[in-house]
């Protein structure tokens, strides 16, 4: 069965520095998500993404936030200056453009910010 | 804006008994659809059970339905014959049937933890 997956799984970095997530969506899916979730709290979104560009972003997804779909097959998350509050499990979705509206979620990536 | 509210914390029931996690959502809109995803250990988030608003019949996967009120904006899921694999964090979901570009974000409740009982 196809799967979302997403890489690192777990990734450590130091305050200010740059992160890149990145994550493989469903072949056929043309609907792609960030969602986050802070240690013991829910999971909130972030942005969505169709045909290049973002179709939605919450509060969370200020300046320092971008994502980008740089080939046919990846879908990154991109985080500028890392703060200590980005610390967070982030999870990739995709869906296709059926009658189907689940989002298929990733495993995640667990992000540390020291 | 909608909301969706899990007011369980935490949940237990012992092997091969039954139990119902609750879920509350606030929502202007008619049209809609509503989801149960589980997270285990691992942390994936997995969805278990959908419902369309526009659906009466109740949504059934298994040992896994859900009792929709849509007039009291109301979705629990039950479990049957609970297992061992069932242990995890259960979030309760919403999202728009509106069909725009701006309205596909799933919002969640804040969880469930569900423990089951050897």
């Known amino acids: 069965e196809p799967e979302v997956t997403q890489t690192p799984s777990h990734q450590v970095t130091q305050m200010g520095q740059e992160v890149i997530l990145r994550c493989v969506p469903i072949?056929?899916?043309?609907?792609f998500y960030w969602y986050r979730q802070i240690l013991g709290q829910k999971v909130e979104f972030l942005v969505s993404f169709y045909n290049n560009e973002i179709s939605e972003k919450s509060e969370i997804f200020d300046d320092q936030f971008s994502v980008e779909r740089p080939d046919g097959s990846n879908f990154t998350l991109k985080i500028r200056s890392t703060k200590l509050e980005d610390s967070a499990m982030y999870f990739c979705a995709s869906r296709s453009s059926g009658i189907s509206y689940e989002q298929y979620f990733g495993p995640g990536t667990r992000l540390t910010v020291t | 804006a909608q909301t969706v509210t899990q007011s369980q914390p935490e949940m237990s029931v012992q092997e091969a008994e039954t139990v119902t996690l609750s879920c509350t959502y606030d929502t202007s809109e008619s049209d809609y659809y509503l989801f149960w995803y589980k997270q285990p250990p691992s942390r994936q988030m997995i969805l278990v059970i959908r419902q369309e608003a526009y659906k009466q019949q109740n949504a059934t996967e298994n040992r896994f339905s859900v009792n929709f009120q849509k007039a009291a904006k109301s979705f629990s899921l039950k479990i049957s014959d609970s297992q061992l694999g069932d242990a995890a964090m259960y979030f309760c979901?919403?999202?728009?049937?509106?069909?725009?570009?701006?309205?596909?974000?799933?919002?969640f409740g804040t969880g469930t933890r569900l423990t089951i009982i050897p």
């Open positions: 979901a919403y999202r728009s049937a509106i069909s725009n570009f701006g309205n596909e974000k799933l919002t």
């Open positions: 072949s056929n899916h043309l609907y």
